[in-house]
């Protein structure tokens, strides 16, 4: 990984270069080169921590006089416990995987001695932009170099110090190996990711990950295809036969475990009929948690009545807005969902209201009908439906990715959590043995065989 000091377009054209050097590399060597990462990180973990120390320090300063939100802070701070150790264990895990690249998929036989066979391959280039959160780096440094891809880097700006160190001990590791330092490059100013996104001629593809304006942004400037990862506007819907416990316990995970993370939940949707049954429970915990709910008249009304006094003083009126915002904080809007003599109705009404305000990442649902489930998960356009468990679930680690770019909210060519799949493409190739197409034309010699052959 190299620092990149020279102009975007001298960073891109090295990262092309490399390409091609990382594209003819065995899977041993890639999996040494990330070896040598994981063992390069560990052994600089106080150096890292006071790095980032050094970022939370400016950072914390600029929260207190109200110029950065509390979940950028979180985001940063790479000395919560397990950070520092998960990051490196993405880095074993994405190396125990199966190679990404050369995977068949498809061999038919064309012809006698000409075989066709479809197969994945790396894409490239890969321009990835992303927020303030230090071990994100080494996530996407590691699924790059095992799915063969170059790639140029840029992090949010609170987490400078904490990228650079993390960059250099990624290089100087990388010295020992046999991929190319430029394959992965760190750029660390905002200024240079406009010249990068015209340079199509080096760069494949485009992946930001953060607010919507970013994703906006490169998909206006961009030269290149952009797979956006933007903003996680999640939803819960409770149906009236949910589990009361369960709804608490996974409402409350889907909240709390982590709010500043884009798949935590941020607006909870009641069905009528449970707003006395299960509602109460969820919001007990929640309140219990530091959560702020936001109730509609419907839902505040009917908690109003049963949770204890102190607990009903804390709820609050929600704003149409409120049903809008992604607030990566512990705050958490409820609607109420009417209910319709066709329980399906109700469920179809939760469904439109989350096309509507949603952001098409993660969305869930609790309920113990699978009929409900089926159609609540059929009609939610999003790229990950969850039925009876947390929306932090949609993660690449969780998915048994190793670790991920991120959560891909468009539609091509990758959705959802990002792994190694998600950063390949496929490529055509035939063996032949002389044949040329007019021998197969009008008055040709031969016939098409087109079999399909096991794999
Ligand atoms: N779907 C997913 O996988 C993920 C989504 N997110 C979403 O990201 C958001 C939070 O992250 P946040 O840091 O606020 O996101 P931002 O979009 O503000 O920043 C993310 C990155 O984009 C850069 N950036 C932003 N705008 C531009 C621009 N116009 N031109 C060039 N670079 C730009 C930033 O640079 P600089 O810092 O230099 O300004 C930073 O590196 C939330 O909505 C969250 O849900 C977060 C992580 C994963
Ligand atoms: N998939 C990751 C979250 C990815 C994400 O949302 O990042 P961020 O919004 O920067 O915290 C996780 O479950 O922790």
Redesign the pocket.
Known sequence: MSLTNGSPAEAARAAKLSSRTLAILSTEDRNSALQSIHDALSAAKSDILQANARDLEIATKSAADGELSQS?LKRLDLSRPGKFEDMLKGILDVKGLEDPVGKVDMRTELDDGLILQRQSCPIGVLLI????RPEVIANIASLAIKSANAAIL????ESTESFKIIATVISKALESTKVPNDSIQLVTT?DA?DPLLQLSQYIDLVI????N??VR?CQRMAHMPVLG????LCHYYIHPDAEPEMAASVVVDSKTDYPAA?NSLESLLVHEDALKTILPGVASALLAKGVSLRCDPASKAALSGTLDKDQAAKLQDAGESDFDT?F?DLILAIKTIPKTEDALQAVDTAVEHINMHGSH?TDAILTSSEQIADRFCNGVDSACKFWNCSTRMSDGMRFGFGTEV??S?NKVHARGPVGLEGLCIHEYRIKGSGQGAAMYGAGGSRQWKHKRLPL
């Open positions: 950028i932009i992303f927020e303030a840029k992090g949010g700006k905002r990711v930001p990950r953060g607010s304006e970013l942004h990862h933007a903003d996680g884009c992604e990566l990442h991120g959560i909210t």
